[in-house]
């Protein structure tokens, strides 16, 4: 009898860690697989110019006197990574790097673009995040392992938009997911052209990000499945999900920080933002649009976005 009860209790405990694994490798890869279609180029624009029509004529005249322009390098990693340039005579060394969001791509991320170049007076630089756009990767870091790739595309958009009186300067700008890889990035050691960020509706963490839509989405708690879950990726991708935690980057930052969120945002709390704003030391500045959702502060309110992040860059030392 008691042969039979062990055995029962065991294969239980199987059939539950069957089932927990099972639910693991779903929810990586539901969470992290990169999206089929992201090679789909003219997607890309039809979605930008649905969402922003008069971003099209400004497009196609660059295009028309070739002067948006692809790139690709080689990353560390020794994935191709490609990105898109845009040169500003009247820069003088000023530059903007920008970070896209999940499962989006730099195609998506050029009404920034054209803030910083034409509103601005910058040069920009728009990379694909591993996984995404044009870049190589097949899963999504959510921002962690993504650090490292942007601080090489500071790397090289300094040496490409160096000015020789000026210098070069460069803000790093990120929305959502760009927004926790730009705080990620901050919290390194990096050059002095890195001057400062914008981070437009980050996460604290991806643990803290991912357990709010593990209970929004599917109604179930942290444990077990975040925590194997976290694991696996652990095992797969060499980071786990509390490991990648902007909150404890963005503690570590020495250069001025604009803090940017809309206060109907549900799916990056919008109390997230309180959180990193308090985790900052030194300059910063905190700018909230009212009524927003996610990532739509620029969308909303396309004059005042332009004008803070003008005043910060002013503060920062990044404009006339």
């Known amino acids: 009898m008691r042969k039979k009860i062990l055995l029962s209790a065991v294969t239980v405990v199987v059939i539950i860690i069957t089932a927990i694994a099972g639910a693991s490798v779903y929810m990586l890869d539901y969470s992290l697989a990169s999206d089929p279609n992201r090679h789909d180029v003219d997607s890309a624009y039809k979605v930008l110019y649905h969402q922003i029509p008069d971003m099209k004529p400004w497009i196609d005249s660059l295009r028309n006197r070739k002067l948006l322009r692809d790139t690709f390098v080689t990353m560390p990693s020794g994935e191709r990574h490609h990105a898109i340039l ?49 870049s190589e990767g097949d899963n999504i870091q959510m921002g962690w392992k993504d650090r490292l ?64 839509q593990l209970s929004e989405q599917f109604r179930l ?3 077990p499945l ?12 060499g980071w786990s999900f509390g490991e990648a935690s902007p909150l ?10 604009l803090f940017i969120h809309g206060d109907a945002d549900t799916f990056v709390p919008f109390s997230m933002m309180q959180r990193l704003y308090d985790a900052k030391r030194g300059e910063k500045e905190m700018w909230i649009a009212k009524g927003t959702h996610h990532a739509a502060s620029y969308l909303d309110y396309p004059h005042e976005y332009t004008e803070k992040v003008r005043d910060f860059l002013n503060v920062a030392t990044l404009h006339d």
């Open 221 to 223: 708690p942290e444990f």
């Open 86 to 134: 845009l040169r500003n005579d009247s820069a003088h060394g000023r530059t903007a790097v920008i970070v896209h969001g999940y499962k989006d791509c730099s195609i998506k991320f050029l009404y920034l673009g054209r803030m910083y170049h034409r509103d601005l007076g910058f040069n920009i630089l728009l990379p694909d995040l591993h996984g995404h756009g044009l």
């Open 226 to 237: 975040l925590y194997s879950t976290s694991i696996l990726c652990r095992l797969v991708n």
């Open 248 to 257: 404890r980057q963005v503690a570590k930052c020495n250069r001025p920080m």
């Open 149 to 212: 790739d942007i601080k090489r595309w500071t790397e090289i958009a300094a040496g490409t938009f160096a000015d020789s009186t000026h210098g070069t300067s460069v803000v790093v700008h990120g929305v959502s997911m760009g927004a926790a890889t730009t705080m990620c990035l901050s919290g390194e050691a990096l050059p002095d052209y890195v001057r400062c960020f914008v981070e437009d509706c980050g996460y604290t963490s991806v643990w803290d990000e991912f357990s709010g």
